[in-house]
């Protein structure tokens, strides 16, 4: 039962952490990237029913990151496991924004942008999640 908690406080942190990453990214979309640059102008999103699933849809995929990453951090302290996970992670919603948005758009520079951006979601998590373990708010997996 201690092993559920943990793992249901690391994802509470992953998901946090990638919601507030979601939010930082979104207004920096749509404040700098797609006013001041014409090629990046899809980036631009507006408050609404989108905006706010993508959001939802980012907190649960931060929710299963924090309990995956917990499960891949273990004992061992190996970065590229670490580095791994946060790449499968990012790569894998990076490209799914790349494969939903490819008929509609014929330039690549903002698939390219939201792909980087999921990279940076998810490190940013990791780093938070790190953070929560050495503070002991999240207890690693011992297993």
Known sequence: MAERIESLKAGIVGGLSVCFAFLLVSLLNT????????????????????????????????LLFGVTYRYIIRSDKNP?????????????????????GWNFHSIIWPFLVLAAESLLW???AAIALDLAIKLRWVKPFSS
Do not use: C, P
């Not at 999103?45 to 849809?57: A, E, T, Y």
């Open 122 to 124: 998810f490190a940013f």
């Open 31 to 62: 404040l700098v990237l797609a006013k001041y640059f014409q090629i990046l102008a899809s980036l631009h999103s507006d408050i609404n029913w989108r905006l706010w699933v993508s959001g939802v849809v980012a907190t649960f995929i931060g």
């Open 80 to 100: 590229q496991l670490k580095a791994g996970g946060v790449l499968a992670f990012g790569l894998v919603r990076g490209l799914t924004q790349i494969e939903l």
